[in-house]
């Protein structure tokens, strides 16, 4: 069994900052990449930022310069650090692990951790 935990989100007034964090635990082999999502009211989910191992950060072009991810493989944990935060930035935000298990990878999904941004 293979747990995804997000925290870290809240209430912010525009220009502040949060820190999500996400956990993996349970049983699998690797983590082969991780990714955040943010899904805004009466939206479709939209992919934000990820990173695969062994490769670098990639980002939303709209929240390039202002969000970055980070991963502490020692703790199965992924970090997105987000700055300069303005009211669209307003969702839920979802972690996404991709885990190898033997010989197969399967995505599996947090319960998300709301973001609010408002004066």
């Known amino acids: 069994q293979v747990q995804v935990v997000e925290s870290g989100g809240g209430l912010v007034q525009p220009g502040g900052s949060l820190r999500l964090s996400c956990v993996v635990s349970g049983s699998f082999s690797s983590i082969s990449r991780m990714d955040w999502y943010q899904q805004a009211p009466g939206k479709q989910r939209e992919w934000v930022a990820g990173i695969a191992t062994g490769a670098g950060a990639v980002y939303l072009d709209s929240v390039k310069g202002r969000f970055t991810v980070s991963r502490d493989d020692a703790k199965n944990t992924v970090f997105l650090q987000m700055n300069s935060l303005k009211p669209e930035d307003t969702a839920v935000y979802y972690c996404?692990?991709?885990?190898?298990?033997?010989?197969?990878?399967?995505?599996?999904w947090g319960q998300g951790t709301q973001v609010t941004v408002s004066s």
């Open positions: 996404n692990a991709l885990l190898r298990v033997g010989f197969f990878e399967d995505h599996h």
